[in-house]
């Protein structure tokens, strides 16, 4: 028996019509930087960060759902993939903030000068 090809056109557009659309979102956050986003924090980091961060990681999540078929997948395979993925972002997210945090400190109350 052969099997009818099934053209996934739509899919694809739709596909690319919320990557654009969360794209967009992301590079009129980035021109326009709005003040309540731009001044306000969040755990040491502003606002508008923290947005980029959730459209980024969404961008990743949904890119992987898509092209990589998780969306066909068993639970199982579809939660062994993303859990560690949500830990190690997390993990990186968590050493960069405190790290940064730690450098920005040195340098603010010492006398060592910014060369960089």
């Known amino acids: 028996m052969a099997h009818a090809h099934e053209s996934n056109a739509g899919r694809i557009w739709k596909v690319f019509a919320i990557l654009s659309v969360v794209t967009i979102i992301e590079v009129i956050l980035g021109i326009y930087k709005p003040d309540a986003l731009h001044r306000g924090y969040l755990l040491g980091m502003s606002l508008l960060n923290w947005i980029f961060y959730g459209l980024t990681i969404f961008k990743a999540y949904y890119i992987v ?11 199982s395979l579809k939660w062994s993939i993303v859990l560690p993925i949500i830990f190690l972002v997390l993990y990186l997210l968590f050493i960069l903030l405190t790290e940064g945090d730690y450098i920005y400190g040195v340098f603010k109350d010492s006398t060592i000068k910014w060369n960089f």
């Open 65 to 75: 759902w898509a092209f990589m078929h998780l969306e066909g997948e068993e639970s």
